[in-house]
């Protein structure tokens, strides 16, 4: 199975600066099916980035996602006090489906 | 906008079954994939596995031996059992859609395995 890692575990920002969160993928993700969530406490994912780039219906611009093959980034340019949660990335190249471990990203 | 519920008991006794169904609203159940997928308290997400309307299906080879998704079509569900669980199956279970990544996902529903 493909093994997601994600760093840092723990990202501390303030309002207004720029968060960068990696996910390194064991092997190559099949046709870049990297995807992105948003976890808030008690809440279910939501569906941040699919296809490593592509924005999810109602998603701000202010989150981006990048790279390829074992490498990807999820970027969010100016944080908002509503951004503070945890981010996981999933592949759907290979089965099993797999998720990374989590990145908290915290005031 | 497709919403997505979970129902079932929130508590079940080791060696036991966990059963779990997810009524899906706001659209058909026909033409899609459908997925469990678990986060046992204070840690991350685990796939359990999908289901495709027609009934074909995909499981984690972790939980593969324990795990039946089935759907039913005519009442716009699909169900989750899982054999023999134990204290480590204690998460909360979501349902979600699967179109490759997960776009619609339920609210959630804790299953604590305990005497």
């Known amino acids: 199975e493909i093994v997601l890692t994600q760093s840092p575990g723990t990202l501390s920002l303030s309002p207004g600066e720029r968060a960068t969160l990696s996910c390194r993928a064991s092997?190559?993700?099949?046709?870049?099916?990297l995807a992105w969530y948003q976890q808030k406490p008690g809440q279910a994912p939501r569906l941040l980035i699919y296809?490593?780039?592509s924005r999810a219906a109602g998603i701000p611009d202010r989150f981006s996602g990048s790279g390829s093959g074992t490498d990807f980034t999820l970027t969010i340019s100016r944080l908002e006090p509503e951004d503070f949660a945890v981010y996981y990335c999933?592949?759907?190249?290979?089965?099993?489906?797999?998720f990374g471990g989590g990145t908290k990203v915290e005031i | 906008q497709v919403q997505l519920q979970e129902s079932g008991p929130g508590l079940v006794k080791p060696s036991e079954t966990l059963s779990l169904t997810c009524t899906v609203s706001?659209?058909?159940?026909?033409?899609?994939?459908w997925s469990w997928i678990r986060q046992p308290p204070g840690k991350g997400l685990e796939w359990i596995g999908y289901?495709?309307?027609?009934?074909?299906?995909d499981y984690n080879p972790s939980l593969k031996s324990r795990v039946t998704i089935s759907v039913d079509t005519s009442k716009n569900q699909f169900s989750l059992k899982l054999i023999s669980v134990t204290a480590a199956d204690t998460a909360v279970y979501y349902c979600?859609?699967?179109?490759?990544?997960?776009?619609?996902w339920g609210q959630g529903s804790l299953v604590t395995v305990s005497s």
């Open positions: 706001g659209g058909s159940i026909s033409s899609f994939h």
């Open positions: 979600a859609r699967w179109v490759g990544h997960f776009d619609f």
């Open positions: 296809g490593a780039s």
């Open positions: 092997q190559s993700v099949s046709s870049n099916y």
């Open positions: 289901i495709y309307y027609s009934g074909n299906t």
């Open positions: 999933q592949q759907y190249g290979t089965s099993p489906l797999t």
